[in-house]
């Protein structure tokens, strides 16, 4: 989208010459063509109030909800405590995920300590039983 020197309306893509030469050998003031951008911009042509006033722009208000089983009342009281405090909160729950964790390791520790000895005592008994001929055997005799 380029602007024509003379006029200076939009030239779109395809649509007529791209270059006007401006060096003025037609001796042509573009001020003074009644048509012409440059002439209806200098005497305040077609623009009307509504025109001119721009746009009004919405901005974004940061608005804050509830979050998943926690009110707005008790996210506020979170967030106006000391720092101290929920350091301090933070310490203990992570504490306590460390407790619960080394304690299903141990029950997981547990049950695998009694399934080894439940294969052992399984190998056992299957080593006291007196071995199968197999049928290659059997033919011999």
């Given at each position: ?8 309306y939009?030239?779109?893509p ?18 003074k ?5 440059v002439?209806?911009?200098l ?17 974004n ?14 996210l ?6 000391p ?7 933070r ?18 520790k ?23 001929a ?8």
């Amino acid at each position: 989208l380029e602007i024509c020197n003379f006029s200076g309306y939009k030239i779109y893509p395809g649509r007529g010459r791209t270059f006007v030469r401006a060096h003025f050998l037609a001796k042509k003031n573009p001020r003074k063509f009644l048509w012409t951008q440059v002439y209806r911009r200098l005497n305040k042509k077609g623009i009307n109030a509504d025109e001119v006033a721009k746009k009004k722009t919405r901005k974004n208000v940061k608005f804050q909800r509830a979050i998943a089983g926690v009110s707005v009342e008790q996210l506020k009281a979170k967030r106006t405590q000391p720092p101290e405090v929920r350091a301090a909160a933070r310490a203990e729950a992570i504490k306590k995920a460390k407790a619960k964790k080394a304690e299903s390791e141990a029950k997981k520790k547990e049950e695998k300590a009694k399934q080894t000895a439940n294969r052992a005592q399984a190998k056992q008994t299957k080593a006291s039983k007196p071995a199968k001929a197999s049928k290659a055997q059997m033919k011999r005799y």
